[in-house]
């Protein structure tokens, strides 16, 4: 058994922005208009989610969800008691081949005032081989009570090889701060009992090590940002903003490289169909219909693409060009067009079948070539049915290139605003905002350093796209990862 103990200084949390995060989210719950024909958001109805039993949020009134996974699967939520004055309770349970769990919500409030939540659950597995072992239970507890003195939060996990348990609990120590005791332990249980503890002796230090500095960063963060919280607008839309410098082109090379685009795209020779790449016929991209590059040519790309991308000439003009493109399914859509300098994307990727009103994100990007000089080269937009977002990159000259100001707004829903301004000031969003900015600018200095010729640069960049796949890989912000070449049409990572 291993037991790890820290003890923290902390700000206390406002009690009324607890109360400010929660409201709207139980508002929002009990404004659901659901029936018998599924869940309505505007015009559109969610058959997949509907009232099978009772009234909206009364006891006794039972609601059936179909999981939108390729393995299918369905969630029936019961509600026990909905009294916002005095307790909240609702029992689920979750099946889907394989796969079964329960879970409940228990939550006591007074006078509309959360006072303690706790959470309980199973999961098992319903087939498979060794399936008595793939199962386990969770409780977890917040228990707020007054405000005199820090919640008492509380999680268990138990499995039959194992049991881990955290807890943090505290005191008030002076004003306006909680002298809170953060305690885990974990043991083995059954047959594996002796050698887990062997392995947690022998990783106890790295283990303490590792608990402690967590406990204490995340300490720093909260009396970083908390005892800020009742003056900040939690309904207000949030903004993260930096700048770096980067290297400079001249607008010369921008204009060859725009031009080397166009006449790489407009020197490509098809063979029986099949692009002619490397000196032989290639199936990554096809021409299945028309002439190149006339009117209604319809193109094949596959090879580089998770889902199969067709892509049709609408407009290829001396000062208009514009291509649409979707996937087989229809499930994504978009188009790019270009009038001299400027260029705009628009793209949509659809929600699965029965729950499109709720799984729809659109998209558009609007850039001037020209605009690295000064102005705004790129915005970015992204509508979701939660909310919005929006990335946008300015430009002045700099002493050694380019000063580039990324800026980020997000403006979720009314009602979830509160919830997401409290965990993004709570999670280190700032920092890592700024790393992907430098990451950004990293690759933007690469390329800019390794493209002498604009017009080799123009080549190479259509060839990666046709070929290995960077359109769908096309990110101003994110991290590289191993899979990034299989992304579906649009960018949009699931």
Known sequence: MVRLRRDVRLAVFPEEVLNDVVRPILDAAEGLAIGGDGLHLG?????????????????????????????????????????????????????????????????????????????????????????????????????????????????????????????????????????????????????????AALGLLI???????????????????????????????????????????????????????????????EGFEFKRGRLVHDGAPTDDVRLVEGKHLARGARYRLSAAHRDQVEATVAAWDTDRVRVEFRTDDGARAGSFESRGASVRVEYVSRGPDGWEALGDVTGEIDADVHGWTSGTPVTRRLAHVFGTEVLSLTCAPAENGWAVTFTETHAPLEWLRPLYSVAIALAPTEEAFRELVAIAAGRWDRAVGEAVDPAGAAAELLDAVLTRGLLENFRLLGIPREHHQEMPLGGMDP
Do not use: C
């Open 43 to 195: 015009d559109a109805v969610i058959a997949k989610a509907r009232l099978v039993q009772g009234r909206h949020l009364v006891a006794g009134a039972r609601y059936r969800v179909e999981v939108p996974e390729v393995d299918g699967g369905v969630v029936e939520i019961v509600v026990e008691s909905w009294d916002r004055a005095r307790r909240i309770r609702l029992n689920g349970t979750f099946e889907m081949d394989g796969h079964a769990a329960t879970a409940a919500l228990h939550a006591d409030l007074t006078g509309r005032r959360i006072r303690a939540v706790r959470l309980t659950g199973e999961y098992r597995a319903t087939k498979g081989r060794l399936r008595f072992l793939r199962r386990g239970s969770w409780e977890a507890d917040a228990r707020f009570g007054d405000w005199t003195d820090a919640p008492t939060v509380s999680l268990r996990v138990l499995h039959r090889f194992g049991v881990a348990g955290a807890r943090v609990e505290g005191k008030a120590e002076r004003r306006g701060h909680w002298k809170a005791r953060t305690v885990v332990d974990a043991r083995g249980r059954g047959v594996l009992r002796p050698f």
């Open 203 to 265: 990783a106890r230090r790295k283990l303490r090590d590792g608990f402690a500095e967590g406990v204490d960063g995340f300490a720093a963060r909260w009396n970083e940002v908390v005892p800020r919280l009742d003056e900040r607008d939690l309904r207000a839309p949030l903004a993260a903003s930096h700048t770096v410098t980067v290297r400079a082109v001249e607008r010369e090379w921008i204009d060859g490289f725009v031009a080397g685009l166009r006449a790489a795209v």
